[in-house]
């Protein structure tokens, strides 16, 4: 297990204040340290883990805040939306400080659609009439906010164009769930406009399953019980969203991500492209998104029955849930052009100049976006800069590092995903790891990602100092993953460990490409959780609201740039690749045996529902002056078998342990013991392991997504559905298709358990078994 320098240092200044023998021989010690693997980072020597202690600590002490300060304020200046011309100057600024900084950088360009408004339209017809402003106004303290001729329109992109009117039905956050409980009480939203707010979920699922139930037109407004002054003061007295504050956003729907026209190719000149009518993710039905105070009159309007307590939000009405005689005008029309993408890709060549590292942030915005990506591109930027400087002063990394400053995110990860499907080729062929950030802030670290980098992830958050508190930010993350644990088994557990559990990753950013098309490991970094509110996506997210109620001070903006560049540099120096398959297994065994619960939870669930169906229990206890209908009997579902996966599973730990021992074993090896060569071939080894979760044919419903263990719901959205192929049936109670997918799963697993084998073999014959 690793130490933690940081510690280490406290430790020995304590003694120092006690006694200097006592120091003098602790630093013994530690000096004899290097047979102690125990001392040596992931995947280095013990000589060459000293020296990259040392340089690490150079990198994070160059990192100056406010340089990221000054990094936000010129890229937030303008509205920099696709398309737009501070979108293209953005790019072009970022370009020349990487050419400045040494990078050998390019822009690459790609023709995407990106539909922007022509007309929007909702207006409350009947009983009385309301017409929705649809604009965030201006804010004479925020100075910004001014600049509205720049600003998109509020909207929802790649919603269909439609012009509607038809009774308006509340739907909660118009989950598949939502529906069914409106069906308990007898309403529809066949051939009704629902209005739903944001919150529990993608924004993108609500129209989908808006339109699968019938729905003609979709209105999703921003509550402040979720997101407003139910929280705290709103702007500009506090950070939170105003009345008449929008989240935009896209709401392409999840049968791949990037340019609609070009699925699983490069949009480049001459690409083939569809037809906008075959494009599959534009939304069946006209949706747009709206302020709280836009929808206010519009819930008031409502009739029928009073919405369940766990639907009503923090608005001074009774919620109903319709329909009634609210009758809504709903018009969405967009221009639908091909706009340019500018990717800045910057190259830093490594003395390994075959293997990867990638490094990546967006730089696109709905508007300003100074949170919404410029908080995460402003210390990544700042990375560069420090990087560029090392290597001036001789420094060569062993790897090579690629800086990817992405266009095209907001409408739908399409810089990314262009770039991923241009070159996935040498991609598959050359990349280590991807290393993505977004929107950050002030407060706790959280990491998300493939579990083969969770402990090179935790060494490195036991050397960042937080700024605020003194401690590491791994200990900080640690304690408050143990308080906010949810019982004594799991708090022990926590408590035991010296890594940060990963969070999965679903597709809520710039990785999704690298992880689930191109089988790259990869990883999102980002701190947040003490931040005074959001903006997210509206005009007023900007320099003037993140200066006074985010990252005031650029404090965590340098904590993520240290962060994310220690975290790039442990990977591109090494000797050995970083990867630890130990936790990954745990991580793959935990789905399935999640998968088991869920199953057997599933079965008990209907089982009870269909005794109480039988007992006439729902009938006896409806109030009959309410509509009540009682749900149909379900089919209890059948028993599955979990034994493929399991069997494969016990493999996969197998192997992943043989490969840590091995690990172990090199980290304790003497220098220069083993040959440049043999670590050569070890490293191609591990290059190839997380490639090994592909399976071409992709998901059973969803052939973009190759990747079989890692994936998005198509009905979560951002949210990660791991073991998608057999998961996405199980939600949707196909028990048959859901245990037909489980032995490809377990060919899968156990196709990564030989590569994971064939690497362990290669180091145990170059260390000596
Ligand atoms: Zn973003």
Known sequence: MEISVNRLRQFISCILLFSFVQFAAAQAAEDSAPSNSSHTLLGYTSRSSATEREF???FQEAVVSANIRENMRRLSARPHNVGSPYDKDNAEWILARFKQWGFDAHIETFDVLFPTPKERIVELVAPTKFRAKLQEPVLSVDPTTKQTSEQLPTYNAYSADGDVTAPLVYVNYGNREDYEELDRMGISAKGAIVITRYGSGW?????????????????????????????GDDYPTGG???????????????????????????????????????AKTITKIPVLP??????????????????????????????????????????????????????????????????WVIRGNHHDAWVNGADDPISGQAPMLEEARVLGELRKQGWTPKRTIIYCAWDGEEPGLLGSVEWVETHVDELRKHAVTYINSDSSSRGYLYVGGTQDLQAVVGTVAHDINDPEKNISVFERAHLRAIMHA????EKGKIRKRSDLALGDLGDGSDYTSFQDFAGISSLNV????????????????????????ADQDFAYERALAQTGGSILLRIADADLIPFDYAPQADAIAQYESDMEKLLKDKQEEINELNTEIQEGAFNATADPHKTFVQPPIETVPPYMNFAPMKNSIETLK????RYSK??????????????????????ADLLGVSRLFLNEKGLPERPWFKNQIYAPGAYTGYGAKPVAAVREFMDEKKWKEADAQIPMVADVIDHVSAGIDKAAADLERAVGK
């Open 486 to 489: 949810k019982d004594a088994e």
């Open 662 to 683: 091995a690990l172990a074993k090199f980290r304790s090896a003497t220098d220069g013991a083993i040959s440049a060569s043999s670590l050569e071939i070890v490293n």
């Open 290 to 355: 709206i302020s709280y105070s836009d929808a206010q009159p519009l819930l008031a309007a409502l009739q029928g029955p009073v919405a369940p307590q766990a639907w009503r939000g923090g608005l001074p009405i009774t919620y109903h849930i319709g329909p009634g005689a609210a009758r809504v005008h709903l018009k969405v029309a967009s221009n639908w052009d091909l706009k340019p993408l500018y990717d800045v890709i910057a190259t830093l060549k490594g003395s390994d100049p075959d293997q």
């Open 654 to 657: 197998k192997s992943a342990e």
């Open 56 to 58: 690490e600590k150079k």
């Open 203 to 231: 924004r993108g699922i609500k129209p989908k399953v808006a339109a699968e139930h019938g729905a003609i037109g979709c209105l999703i407004y921003s509550d402040p019980r979720g997101d407003g002054f139910f929280h």
């Open 526 to 549: 980002g701190y947040g959780g003490e931040d005074e509110g959001t903006q997210y996506h509206s005009i007023y997210d900007d320099f003037y609201w993140y200066t006074h109620f």
């Open 240 to 278: 939170w969203r105003s009345r008449e504050g929008v989240q935009r956003g896209s709401v392409m729907d999840t049968d791949y991500p990037g340019d609609p026209l070009t699925p699983g190719v490069g949009a480049v000149p001459g690409a083939k492209r569809l037809d906008i009518k075959d």
